[in-house]
């Protein structure tokens, strides 16, 4: 598809040339954006989401871009090699899409200062030509806590954690907060999968913990294998990074949708206007990066519950991190009414009251 | 009608030493058929796959960097193999190589100097040989089975790791991410050749494992002896060689080459402990074994060709938009025709059209 498309363009190129007879200059190259995913593209999570990202890119840029995209790249040797084949096939911008891709992105934007680096998740930017990007995924978190709380007999609900990163934390803990605002008792088991992609490990963790007594199942990893679990065993689930209604029909109460294409459309078009610049971008609800999927299979009293939190966040009236807020252990953390600052959130390596869990460490 | 095989009573030496290249060969037209079936131009696609990685430098660097964990692996192997060691589990060798080298750099990152890369090496070939050791002594010891038990060690030596650096060795600095403290200068193994490209040092040590191997096995007494235990262990006996020694023998050396190709990863390519530091060399390179025919001047040749199936899997997906799964797919055919090859080489099939009503259907004898 992707050489159709360079033929077609060249084509179209050639044409105008002719056309113009030499009067006008000869369009320019399309720009090359390149993408590297962690997971398939099929696994209606993460990098379903970046490669949706993509798709867009094409669509609203047309014959002004080329893209190409790498999936299921693992974190380690192999990526470091995968994004230097992009940087030297040409690409002007490379979005490399998981935490793991964060050295390897750093060692290659070294050697190729031309070419610009987008890191998704990660912190460092060590060159002026590597930007990172992320989305403030734990305001969705907070949202389907407060619905969770609502929805919930048992009062607990599971919470599938990839890795133990900040990133991860972070949403269990604006979870177990959303909860705690509706029911302080509130509960969270959380069971860690130790993968971003493993359909079998996934399913497994969702079965273990409904065995242990949670009837409302929420994830931080990338498959719809939870969803589908929750399913079948009749207790209701939360979403990742997409839509996944189809996966669970009467299962899906919500989904926190990471919506990458606004971006992906505005860097990729900086690269070709020459103003791209490094930046370091953090953004949720308000800007449109998280976008929560129909409130469903739920009473109308909580869905206009959950709509308006959803307001507060997005406006601004409400930061999830507003103290009083103790850590698991009971000591305080945040005074009434002081809000967590972005530092503090992004390498939050504790958890907060109400978690039924061990941080691993 | 049944088909059955037949042993030949003669091999032909023709075929013998073309079978690799048959099986190359069949695998890239499968490969073809595969492609066509995907809706893609099977000669752009294996041109993508086998033609463009190796037309760059830096490619070719990558070849390398791919291959020398492969060919390391593969050659020590190859000991085992031609002694009738069935030592399948150099992945975990591999693996306990990286770790008992990896000491160093992650326990006591504030010793800097120049023997510390030295030292490392030494500890990660000692490391993988005491790991292959466990087997050996085993069989030799007890006459346990060590297809299991190398086996099942690599699962051993895989839950370890991941224990490591999820625990007493996650980098402090890391985020909680499971990962150890990237390695310090005095620990990376260098380049070759850093003005194009990453290949490192592990590329040499492959080379030069390869060679003494291939003069040790062609050229010397101890080569005779593990070519003559691996093909008549009575005539082994007779000549007066031991049979627990030589297992003892072969298991050493070839885990001594996985651990170096596992420290060589982790300190040239990687530079640091992760989770999952290898897409699988350790069972790859039994392919690669095989498919070099188990002498180490084809086993480097081997090594480039798989290494070459890693690479041409991502080109391929890069320019003509296939899944990442069509290298599995490969080096699965590849395998299988090996296998097949040899097997028409060593049999001959035989179809009687008469039912055979009482006589139960026997499978035939595998050829390993």
């Known amino acids: 598809m992707r050489t159709k498309k360079t033929f077609l363009a060249l084509t179209a190129a050639a044409a105008l040339g002719l056309a113009a007879a030499g009067a006008a200059e000869a369009q320019d190259d399309p720009t090359k954006a390149c993408f590297i995913y962690v997971g398939p593209i099929g696994d209606f999570g993460w990098s379903y989401q970046h490669h949706q990202g993509l798709l867009q890119v094409e669509e609203e840029l047309g014959d002004a871009v080329e893209t190409a995209y790498l999936e299921s790249v693992p974190e380690g040797a192999d990526a470091e090699r995968a994004i230097e084949r992009f940087a030297r096939s040409g690409c002007d911008i490379i979005f490399t899409t998981s935490f793991g891709y964060m050295d390897p992105t750093n060692k290659v934007a070294a050697k190729f200062p031309d070419v610009k680096f987008e890191h998704a998740?990660?912190?460092?930017?060590?060159?002026?030509?590597?930007?990172?990007?992320?989305?403030?995924?734990?305001?969705?978190?907070?949202?389907?806590?407060?619905?969770?709380?609502?929805?919930?007999?048992?009062?607990?609900?599971?919470?599938?954690?990839?890795?133990?990163?900040?990133?991860?934390?972070?949403?269990?803990?604006?979870?177990?907060?959303?909860?705690?605002?509706?029911?302080?008792?509130?509960?969270?088991?959380?069971v860690w999968a130790n993968t971003w992609f493993d359909p079998g490990k996934e399913a497994d963790a969702a079965k273990a913990l409904i065995d242990q007594g949670v009837d409302i199942m929420t994830q931080h990893t990338d498959s719809t294998a939870p969803m589908q679990v929750a399913a079948e065993r009749g207790i209701k689930a939360f979403g990742q990074a997409s839509d996944m209604i189809e996966f669970g029909p009467e299962t899906q109460?919500?989904?926190?949708?990471?919506?990458?294409?606004?971006?992906?459309?505005?860097?990729?078009?900086?690269?070709?206007?020459?103003?791209?610049?490094?930046?370091?971008?953090?953004?949720?609800?308000?800007?449109?990066?998280?976008?929560?999927?129909?409130?469903?299979?739920?009473?109308?009293?909580?869905?206009?519950?959950?709509?308006?939190?959803?307001?507060?966040?997005?406006?601004?009236?409400?930061?999830?991190?507003?103290?009083?807020?103790?850590?698991q252990d009971g000591t305080p953390w945040l005074a009434e009414g002081k809000v967590a600052d972005d530092g503090t959130l992004l390498g939050m390596n504790f958890y907060v009251e109400g978690v039924d869990d061990q941080l691993p460490n | 009608m049944r088909v059955e095989l037949v042993k030949r009573p003669q091999q032909s030496a023709l075929f013998s030493a073309l079978?690799?290249?048959?099986?190359?060969?069949?695998?890239?037209?499968?490969?073809?058929?595969?492609?066509?079936?995907?809706?893609?131009?099977?000669?752009?696609?294996?041109?993508?796959?086998?033609?463009?990685?190796?037309?760059?430098?830096?490619?070719?660097?990558?070849?390398?960097?791919?291959?020398?964990?492969?060919?390391?692996?593969?050659?020590?192997?190859?000991?085992?193999?031609?002694?009738?060691?069935?030592?399948?589990?150099?992945?975990?060798q591999f693996i306990i190589g990286a770790i008992a080298g990896s000491i160093l750099p992650v326990a006591f990152p504030g010793f800097q100097s120049p023997i510390v890369l030295p030292l490392m090496l030494l500890m990660g070939i000692v490391g993988g040989a005491a790991y292959a050791g466990i087997p050996a002594w085993l069989k030799a010891r007890f006459g346990t089975n060590e297809i299991l038990t190398s086996l099942m060690l690599v699962y051993v030596a895989q839950l370890f790791l991941d224990w490591l650096v999820r625990g007493p060795w996650r980098n402090p600095e890391g985020f909680n991410f499971p990962e150890t403290r990237n390695f310090h200068a005095y620990a990376v193994l260098p380049e070759i050749w850093p003005a194009s490209g990453r290949a490192h040092w592990g590329f040499v040590f492959a080379i030069l494992a390869a060679l003494v191997l291939w003069f040790v096995l062609s050229r010397t007494l101890k080569g005779f002896e593990v070519k003559l235990i691996g093909q008549s262990p009575r005539a082994g006996r007779f000549a007066g060689f031991s049979r627990s020694r030589m297992i003892i023998f072969a298991f050493l050396v070839s885990g001594a080459l996985a651990g170096l190709a596992g420290i060589s990863e982790v300190s040239g390519a990687i530079g640091q402990l992760r989770p999952a530091i290898s897409p699988g060399y350790g069972f790859t390179a039994i392919i690669v074994a095989f498919l070099g025919r188990l002498n180490p001047l084809g086993i480097i040749a081997a090594g480039l060709v798989l290494a070459l199936s890693y690479l041409g899997g991502e080109a391929a997906q890069i320019s003509i938009g296939v899944s990442d799964k069509v290298a599995r797919a490969f080096q699965g055919m590849l395998l299988f025709f090996v296998l097949a090859c040899d097997t028409l080489i060593h049999y001959r099939i035989r179809i009687s059209r008469r039912v055979v009503a009482a006589k139960p259907i026997k499978a035939p004898a595998g050829h390993a």
């Open chain 2, 19 to 92: 079978s690799p290249f048959i099986a190359l060969l069949l695998t890239l037209l499968a490969g073809a058929v595969m492609f066509l079936f995907l809706g893609k131009n099977p000669a752009d696609a294996l041109y993508y796959f086998f033609i463009e990685p190796l037309l760059e430098t830096w490619s070719l660097h990558e070849l390398a960097v791919k291959a020398a964990p492969l060919i390391l692996i593969g050659v020590g192997l190859s000991i085992c193999y031609l002694s009738n060691n069935w030592n399948i589990g150099a992945e975990g």
């Open chain 1, 253 to 327: 109460l919500t989904a926190i949708v990471d919506d990458w294409g606004p971006y992906y459309v505005e860097r990729v078009k900086a690269v070709r206007e020459g103003t791209w610049e490094q930046i370091d971008i953090w953004a949720g609800l308000a800007e449109g990066h998280v976008v929560m999927a129909p409130y469903t299979n739920m009473p109308d009293d909580v869905k206009a519950l959950a709509e308006e939190t959803e307001e507060k966040i997005r406006s601004g009236a409400f930061n999830p991190f507003t103290g009083p807020i103790n850590k």
């Open chain 1, 121 to 190: 998740t990660g912190y460092k930017r060590e060159h002026p030509n590597v930007a990172t990007y992320n989305s403030r995924f734990h305001e969705g978190r907070y949202i389907q806590g407060v619905i969770a709380a609502r929805m919930s007999e048992a009062g607990v609900a599971g919470y599938i954690g990839s890795f133990p990163i900040p990133e991860v934390v972070m949403g269990i803990n604006a979870f177990v907060l959303g909860a705690q605002s509706v029911n302080p008792d509130f509960k969270v088991k959380v």
